[in-house]
């Protein structure tokens, strides 16, 4: 038995050539770094958040600190400046000095918390610095556990984010706690309790100032109009002393709508007329929820809608052709399977401006490494697939879609610009 | 996208935070010293004159120290020098990054939930997360994923390769001969080759020599390497010091391991990708494209909620490309059923319509073509299919 010194050895080779063609050669990577470059400009999500839950703790802190050293330096001026015993004195002081130990520990510990948040921003600026063109295929891996954590934490299915990240080790790069709070307030507004929105409103006063949110005074409305729907005789009194206490300061800038909310003093939850009616649906609280959720994202600097259904959209698109709607289109385009094409229904088509052919024996590109060759039929193929087509059956091809035969030299080339 | 810039303005931030502890730190040790120290003194018993006018003028004291050294104006300070920082970051994010990947966004499409969860709990099992994606079927309440079972097969196979036992990847190959050999897949030789070096391996010539006579012959024609094999029994003590050295690669296993996933799939109906996987990896590569367009064409109006088609094209990798597209070099269409592609008689390709146009419908019987100087014979133009 005679072996061919060359391929001696070279066993490897041959048997990888199926692998090989799976996984295309890589292009010029220029291209690929670009394309990787653009990619990560996309995470604005990923590491604005937890700066954002940074910023916020580190202000909170900041705010309760200066509340208590104003009010110890206060304190010791009202000492001084009352007439008090000595042992008074004494006690007083002694009560001020354990409320600065009391301080001291909450700086420590608050000093913690933010060491802990700037520890996450960083990760994710590390992990942002940590793609390259090498490991991308494991990096996109990564991006799209991250989605989809993103997808089931607006979903509110939280074991199931959890239970991913821990095993994926991303923990670092979602934010589970975040959309922890977001629950908390969702499902007290679901409950028809505006208590805790409420209170979120107050934690994040400044912001949504600035942002000219609404959202608070909406809360007050509704809160309002369930005083109302009570419609007990004392329920009446309420509702006039919480709109004077709570409603009345938005009133230089929402007059109509006050005006509109108050009327409903003089009509009945039961009323037909739909101008009032709308108010007392149960529905107002579902509205309520979704403010919150977009307010909420806004704060944040997240998108609106979850990440799965914008990168779904886009990608969707970019591989919509009229081909992947045809039977028989190959498995590997997405568009094969029925749940996609449903997906992709509402969505635009993708746009070519250059030919690009795809061998329908190998499934390679024909370009002009391995250029597109024509039987006599018509039917084009590419170089490459005939060639081996050949030296398999003696120089003869055969066309798998017609069945037509002949010669390998019966072939042309076709050129496609 | 400077990544740099952010990692110094995000350093910034921290650093900002840390003089900013530490001053709030001496603050509120400087007011406690001060208090301790009027207390001590208060409480020294030995003191000639412990009358209240005293311990008013030791308070007084500490009132004016407080008043000169202004804790809270000191706290505010520190702050501020922090929130420069703070308002900054952000800042140099927006810059630097895509704020809002919404802007190429259908706010007029929503997608069916159960579709996507479906979607999601698909591919958590074709992944071999089994445990993740039975506890996403039980918190959505979705209905049981009818491709468990069989990617639970196909991981127990897999499972069993990587502690080197071929038995079910065999098993199952065997049984699905018909149908592997169709598809053109080697994956049974493949496995036939992994299985007799593991014979040869671990027990003796003579098995792996049963072994081969047993199961290579029908391959001996279609696969040379057959020969290599047999051959390396030469070498069976030390393979790693003989000419197939290769045959010890783990690489082998792991393209064994591939071609076993792609062919269990595609007989199963589904991609050897994950089609979700595939589609945000495609969206990750169009967004960018997208939302640059977006940003060019700001001003103007844009029906993008309604348009049947992308206003511009987007390059994807070569792995996602699945079907030939022809678009006529001319007319910048393209080609259809209709007006399908033409290669003329130098070879070049156009569309039908922009034939007929050359010709003046037929009109002339020949024209030249746009990227050579032949005169092309319209009779001798023939229709293409990819």
Same mark, same amino acid.
């Given at each position: ?20 063609? $799976? ?31 940074? /910023? /916020? ?50 700086? %420590? ?83 028809? %309790? =505006? ?44 509702? $006039?002393?919480? =709109? ?11 007059? /109509? ?80 399977? %029925?749940?996609?094409? /449903? ?75 | ?88 970051? @952000? ?158 690669? @783990? ?89 399908? @592609? ?45």
């Amino acid at each position: 038995m005679e072996i061919d010194p060359v391929t001696n050895g070279n066993t490897d080779a041959v048997m990888t050539e199926t692998a090989a063609t $799976i996984t295309p050669s890589p292009p010029v990577p220029s291209s690929r770094l670009s394309q990787l470059t653009e990619s990560l400009k996309l995470e604005h999500q990923l590491l604005r958040v937890p700066f954002e839950h940074y /910023k /916020k703790t580190i202000r909170a802190n900041h705010r309760c600190f200066e509340k208590d050293v104003s009010s110890v330096v206060s304190g010791v001026g009202d000492l001084a400046d009352n007439n008090w015993s000595k042992d008074v004195t004494v006690s007083r002081l002694t009560s001020l000095v354990s409320r600065l130990q009391g301080l001291k520990r909450k700086l %420590e510990e608050g000093n913690n918390v933010e060491n802990l948040q700037a520890q996450r921003c960083r990760a994710r600026i590390d992990h942002l610095d940590s793609a390259d063109v090498e490991n991308i295929t494991e990096w996109n891996n990564t991006k799209l556990k991250r989605i989809l954590v993103d997808y089931m934490l607006r979903m509110s299915y939280f074991e199931t984010a959890s239970k991913l990240s821990e095993s994926s080790n991303i923990l670092d790069l979602v934010d589970i706690d975040i959309f922890r709070e977001a629950k908390k307030v969702i499902d007290a507004l679901k409950n028809r %309790e =505006a208590a805790s929105a409420l209170a979120w409103c107050a934690d994040n006063k400044t912001r949504l100032k600035k942002s000219k949110s609404k959202f608070e005074f909406q809360l007050r409305l509704q809160e309002f109009i369930e005083l109302v729907r009570a419609d007990t005789a004392d329920s009446y009194k309420q509702a $006039i002393l919480y =709109a004077r206490k709570h409603l009345v300061p938005w009133g230089a800038t929402h007059m /109509k709508e006050l005006q509109h909310v108050l009327a409903t003093l003089a009509v009945k939850s039961t009323t037909e007329c739909a101008k009032y009616k709308v108010l007392f649906e149960l529905r107002q609280w579902d509205v309520l929820v979704h403010q919150f959720k977009y307010e909420f994202c806004k704060l944040y600097g997240m998108t609106m809608e979850p990440l799965l259904n914008i990168y779904l959209q886009a990608g969707l698109s970019a591989l919509k052709t009229p081909y992947g709607f045809e039977e028989g289109c190959t498995k590997e385009d997405p568009l094969s399977q %029925e749940s996609f094409r /449903k997906l992709a229904m509402p969505l635009p088509y993708s746009k070519q401006h250059h030919s690009k052919l795809v061998c329908y024996i190998s499934k390679e590109l024909m370009d002009t490494e391995n250029p597109p060759q024509v039987l006599p039929n018509g039917y084009v193929y590419s170089t490459k697939a005939l060639k081996e087509m050949a030296e398999k059956n003696g120089g003869k091809i055969t066309c798998p879609r017609t069945g037509f035969v002949c010669n390998y030299a019966d072939l042309v080339k076709a050129y496609i610009s | 996208m400077e990544l740099k810039s952010i990692k110094d303005a995000f350093d910034r931030v921290a650093n900002k935070q840390k003089l900013s502890y530490t001053k709030t730190n001496e603050i509120v040790q400087m007011v406690s010293q001060e208090i301790d120290k009027a207390l001590s003194i208060l409480k020294d018993s030995s003191s000639p004159y412990p009358t209240p006018l005293d311990h008013r003028s030791i308070l007084a004291g500490v009132k004016k120290t407080f008043a000169e050294n202004s804790p809270v104006n000191q706290l505010e300070a520190a702050e501020k020098e922090l929130n420069v920082a703070l308002t900054k970051y @952000p800042k140099v994010l927006e810059k630097q990054l895509n704020t809002d990947i919404a802007k190429a966004y259908r706010n007029n499409v929503e997608f069916d939930t159960h579709i996507v969860n479906q979607i999601i709990a698909n591919f958590f099992y074709r992944q071999g997360m089994f445990d993740i994606g039975d506890c996403f079927v039980a918190e959505t309440g979705e209905s049981e994923c009818s491709t468990r079972k069989s990617f639970l097969e196909m991981h127990q196979i897999l499972e069993a390769m990587k502690r080197r036992d071929l038995a079910p990847a065999l098993n199952w190959a065997i049984s699905n001969s018909e149908k592997l050999k169709q598809a053109r897949s080697d994956l049974e030789m493949k496995l036939h080759s992994l299985h007799f070096l593991e014979i040869a391996q671990d027990q003796n010539s003579q098995e792996a020599i049963i072994y081969a006579r047993k199961h290579f012959e029908r391959f001996l024609e279609s696969f040379p390497e057959t020969q290599k094999l047999v051959c390396s029994l030469l070498w069976n003590r030390n393979l790693e010091k003989s000419p197939y050295s290769e045959f010890l690669s @783990p690489a082998l296993w792991n393209n064994a391991a591939r071609e076993l996933t792609r062919q269990y799939c595609n007989l199963l109906g589904e991609s050897s990708e994950s089609p979700l996987s595939i589609t945000v990896t495609a969206g990750t590569q169009t967004l960018p494209v997208l939302l640059k367009y977006m940003n060019v064409m700001a001003n103007k109006k844009l029906d993008w909620q309604s348009m049947e088609q992308l206003p511009v094209a987007v390059e994807l990798s070569e792995e996602f490309q699945f079907h030939s597209v022809f678009v006529c070099p001319v007319s910048k269409e393209q080609s259809s059923d209709e007006n399908p @592609p033409m290669m003329m008689s130098c070879g070049h390709v156009l569309c039908k319509q922009t034939i007929n146009k050359m010709s003046k419908n037929g009109s002339k019987s020949s024209f030249k073509c746009p990227y050579c100087p032949t005169d092309v014979d319209i009779s001798r133009c023939r229709q293409l299919h990819f």
